[in-house]
Every structure is written in C-alpha cells, then in structure tokens.
C-alpha cells in the first residue's frame, strides 16, 4: 500500500524566513501529487498539484514544490513566509490511474510575527 | 466557483438517533468523496462514488450508510453511532474519480453522546 511520510509536525518559523516542508511518497508508479493547507477554522484548500511536466510547480500564495522522481520526494517551499501562512500543510498522493487520495500526517506551520 | 457545501456545521447525536450529513457541490464534479477526520490527524477516506455509484467501501462499518441521488448531492446516514465515531466527517469532488485533484467542503463537527 501507498504511503506518504512528512518530515516535520511542527515547524516555528518567524516571518521573511524561508520555508520548506519535505514529503515523501512510497509507491513505485507513476503519482499525482498535492499539497493542501488547511487555515485555522477553515476547509482544506489546494495549494498546488503536479500532474506531469516541469517538475517546479507553483501554487498559490507564492509557494512552490518540487518532484523529484528519484527520491520520491515532492517538497513545499516558500521564500518569505508571513504570519498568515499560519496553517496545517497536508502532502496527499495518489497514483496516476487510481482512485484513492493518500495523505500525510501533516505539518503545523506557526509563523511568529 | 470550487465550493462543495456541507450542512449541518455541527452535529450531536445520541448513540440511539439516526440523522444524516448533507453534501453538495455544483461544479459538474462526478466522483465525490465522503472522508473522516479525527483531531490532529489527516482525512482517512471512506466511500467514493463515480458517476453517483458507489466505487470504494474502505470497510465502513454499516452503521454509516451513504447515497448518491444525484450528480450534485451525497449524502451520508448515520444509526446507533458510537462515541468513537465523533469527529469532522468531510465531502470532497472532483471532475472525474481517477487521479484529479480533490475540492474539500468545510465539514461536519459530529459529536456522539
């Protein structure tokens, strides 16, 4: 069965610092891959996915992920946080032809101001 | 518009009462997704529906019924819940059941007594 690994469950940042949350995926074939946030009392939202194609993607809000096929890794990144990037960040996979959506444990991000 | 809307907001329910969660979006999505989320832990998915068919049972217990009756709503019915059943119950769509990114609604609180 299909896992995901993230790296990091809290993560304190102070605000203009840089930001990276690592996510690892086990399966073998070939992924479609998100990042979903999930803002204090909010829904969760789509932040960004990748499909096929530059493996650099970016989503909204100014963050960025990265696949890297070889390591089976697909992390979250962003320049300059800011204190509303306060959230919960889930890396989700789920394979190619398949129909179920695989998540992570999630990291909680605190961005002091 | 993404939005899939999820009513009640908050629930609580006697171990005895059958009620049900209400789902719907209106993005011409044909899979939707009934998924279970407990505190500080990721979605766990529980039943997807294709084209208002029901395509994946993670092994539900039968206590949690869900419906399809049309391409916009899903429902989810609930009988003699137990007090570990309480959590935030979430429906997502998307376009089509295989591999296409998730659209999240905001929830049901579901607290059994």
């Known amino acids: 069965a299909q896992s995901v690994s993230q790296h990091n469950h809290h993560v304190i940042l102070s605000e203009a610092a840089s930001l990276e949350l690592g996510c690892n995926y086990s399966?073998?074939?070939?992924?479609?891959l998100f990042w979903y946030v999930q803002y204090p009392g909010q829904h969760l939202q789509l932040l960004l996915k990748?499909?096929?194609?530059?493996?650099l993607v970016k989503g909204i809000k100014g963050f960025e992920a990265e696949f890297i096929k070889s390591k089976f890794s697909f992390n979250l990144r962003k320049p300059s946080v800011q204190w509303s990037d306060t959230a919960e960040y889930f890396c989700?996979?789920?394979?190619?032809?398949?129909?179920?959506?695989?998540f992570g444990a999630g990291t909680i991000l605190r961005v002091k101001s | 518009d993404t939005e899939v809307t999820q009513t009640p907001k908050h629930l609580v329910m006697g171990m005895t009462n059958k009620k049900s969660l209400k789902c719907e979006q209106h993005?011409?999505?044909?899979?939707m997704y009934w998924y279970k989320q407990k505190a500080k832990k990721p979605p766990e998915l529980m039943f997807v529906?294709?084209?208002?068919?029901?395509?994946i049972n993670e092994s539900v217990p039968s206590r949690f019924s869900p419906e399809c009756p049309n391409s916009s709503l899903l429902n989810l019915h609930l009988h003699a819940l137990q007090p570990e059943d309480s959590a935030l119950y979430l429906c997502?769509?998307?376009?089509?059941?295989?591999?296409?990114?998730?659209?999240f609604g905001p929830g049901t609180r579901l607290t059994v007594t």
């Open positions: 990748y499909f096929s194609g530059d493996p």
């Open positions: 399966y073998g074939g070939t992924v479609n």
């Open positions: 529906y294709s084209y208002e068919k029901l395509s």
């Open positions: 997502a769509s998307s376009l089509r059941r295989i591999g296409y990114e998730q659209y």
């Open positions: 993005m011409g999505h044909r899979a």
């Open positions: 989700a996979v789920i394979r190619q032809y398949g129909n179920k959506l695989v």
